[in-house]
C-alpha cells in the first residue's frame, strides 16, 4: 500500500477530514499525518467524537522539526500533500523549502475574501476604530509580500499541483502558479440535489459553541468563551427563537459541529440538536440563522435567506462586525436579537449570491475535488 503522508497546521477533526477525502484515501493508501496538534491539545476539549483517527499521526513541534522531516523524505519521493483549510505563515514556508519531488495539494475551501487591493481603504477607514483587525491586515500584507519578494526572486518550491477555486482563486494562483493549477468547486459545499429526510418546517441555527471556542485554544487563550456574558447571550438567543417560532408558525432547529458536545439541551430551550448535519439540514430549511460560521456557505448555494444575527454580547473580540461584513458580501443586513422580527423581507439578492458563489467558491466546468484528487494521487505513483 503507497503512503501519502499530509502536513496540515489545522486540527484534523471529522468533518474537515471528510470534506478532503481522508477517509476515502485511508482505504487505498497508508495516511501519515503530520500535525502540530498534539492529540491531548485543549482544541479537543469538550468535544463530541471529533478527532479523525483513521491515520498514523506525527507531532511537528515547530518548523525546524518539520524542515528535518522533510529532508529525510527526499529521497525516497513520497506524495507529500500540504492541506489546509486557512494558508498560514507555515505555508509560506513550505513554499521556500527547496526540497525535491514534493507535491503540495491544498484543497480548494474558498477564495480569501479579503484581497491586497482592498487593503489600504480598511486600513485607513478603520485606523481608529478596530486595532486587532488591522493587525490582522497588516499580518496578511506582510505574508504577501514575501511571497511576492520570494517569488520575483525565484526561490519558491513550485508545487506541482495546487487546487483552487473561483474566479478570483484561479487568477492570484495562476501568477505565481501557471499552467500547475486545478480549479474545482470548494469542497465545503454538499453538491447532492437530494434533501433532508426531515419534513417539519423548519429554519436553522448555525451554533458556533459560543460557550467553549477551539478556535480560542489554538492560540492559547485563558477565556475560552467567545461571548461578553453567557447567560445574557443565550438568554437573548432564546427569546429570538421564540418570537420567530411565534411570528413564522415554524420550528428552529440548531445545528452542531463536533467542536463542541453539548450535555444538555436547555442552553438552547429544548430545541433539536443536530450534529454534523449542517449542509444536509440546511437544504430543507425555510431560511438561515447564524453569525459568522462558514457553515452559512452552504446556505448561498441553495440560495436561502439569512440572518445574520448580531447581539450586543458578540463585541467581543469584534465579532458584529464581522457579521455585517458576512451580510454586506451578500447585499443584506444584520438583525440583531433584540429587533423587531415581524416584518422581514426574505427576498435573497440572486445575482449578488451567483456573484460570489462564481468569484469565491465555484469552477467554470463545475469539475468537483472528489472527480481529480484520486486520478493525480494515481498518477504519481505510475510514474
Known amino acids: 500500500m503507497n503512503k501519502l503522508i499530509i502536513y496540515t497546521c489545522s486540527p484534523v477533526n471529522k468533518v474537515y477530514a471528510q470534506k478532503i477525502l481522508l477517509d476515502k484515501l485511508s482505504l487505498k493508501y497508508k495516511l501519515e499525518i503530520w500535525s502540530k496538534f498534539h492529540e491531548d491539545h485543549k482544541y479537543y476539549k469538550n468535544s463530541k ?3 479523525f483517527n483513521h491515520a498514523n499521526y506525527k507531532y511537528i513541534k515547530n518548523n525546524y522539526d518539520l524542515y528535518s522531516k522533510l529532508n529525510k523524505i527526499k529521497k525516497f519521493n513520497p506524495l507529500f500533500l500540504y492541506i489546509d483549510y486557512n494558508a498560514s505563515l507555515d ?3 513550505l513554499f521556500l523549502l527547496k526540497c525535491n519531488n514534493l507535491h503540495f495539494i491544498v484543497p480548494p475551501r474558498r477564495t480569501p475574501f479579503i484581497y491586497k487591493k482592498n487593503y489600504a481603504n480598511r486600513f485607513i477607514k478603520l485606523f481608529n476604530k478596530n486595532f486587532l483587525y488591522l493587525i490582522k491586515i497588516l499580518n496578511n500584507l506582510i505574508k504577501f509580500f514575501i511571497f511576492d519578494f520570494f517569488n520575483k526572486l525565484n526561490l519558491l518550491q513550485r508545487p506541482n499541483i495546487i487546487f483552487t477555486c473561483g474566479l ?6 495562476s501568477k505565481y502558479l501557471p499552467n500547475r493549477i486545478v480549479i474545482t468547486d470548494s469542497i465545503d459545499f454538499d453538491y447532492e440535489r437530494k434533501l433532508s429526510k426531515k419534513k417539519d418546517n423548519y429554519a436553522v441555527y448555525i451554533d458556533e459553541s459560543k460557550l467553549y471556542s477551539p478556535d480560542l485554544a489554538l492560540i492559547n487563550k485563558k477565556n475560552y468563551s467567545t ?7 443565550y438568554k437573548n438567543l432564546r427569546l429570538f427563537f421564540n418570537r420567530i ?6 420550528k428552529i432547529i440548531i445545528l452542531c459541529s463536533y467542536k463542541y ?3 444538555s439541551r436547555k442552553i438552547f430551550g429544548n430545541r433539536s440538536l443536530h450534529y ?5 439540514l440546511i437544504k430543507g430549511s425555510k431560511f438561515v440563522i447564524c453569525h459568522q460560521s462558514s457553515g452559512y456557505w452552504q446556505a448561498i448555494y441553495e440560495k436561502k435567506y439569512i440572518i445574520f444575527l448580531t447581539d450586543n454580547n458578540l463585541k467581543k473580540y469584534n465579532q458584529n462586525l464581522r457579521i455585517k461584513y458576512n451580510a454586506n458580501l451578500l447585499g443584506s443586513k444584520t438583525i440583531d436579537t433584540n429587533d423587531d422580527i415581524r416584518f422581514i423581507n426574505f427576498q435573497i439578492n440572486k445575482k449578488r449570491y451567483d456573484q460570489v458563489l462564481s468569484k469565491y ?3 467554470k466546468k463545475k469539475i468537483k475535488y472528489d472527480k481529480v484528487i484520486f486520478d493525480i494521487i494515481n498518477k504519481h505513483y505510475q510514474k
Not at 478570483?168 to 494562483?173: C, D, Q
Not at 417560532?245 to 415554524?250: H, I
Not at 454534523?276 to 444536509?280: L, P
Open 49 to 51: 467524537s471529533y478527532k
Open 91 to 93: 505555508f509560506i514556508f
Open 168 to 173: 478570483l482563486g484561479s487568477k492570484y494562483w
Open 227 to 233: 461571548v461578553i456574558d453567557q447567560q445574557k447571550f
Open 245 to 250: 417560532e411565534n411570528t413564522y408558525f415554524l
Open 261 to 263: 458536545d453539548y450535555k
Open 276 to 280: 454534523g448535519k449542517t449542509n444536509e
Open 361 to 363: 467558491f465555484l469552477s
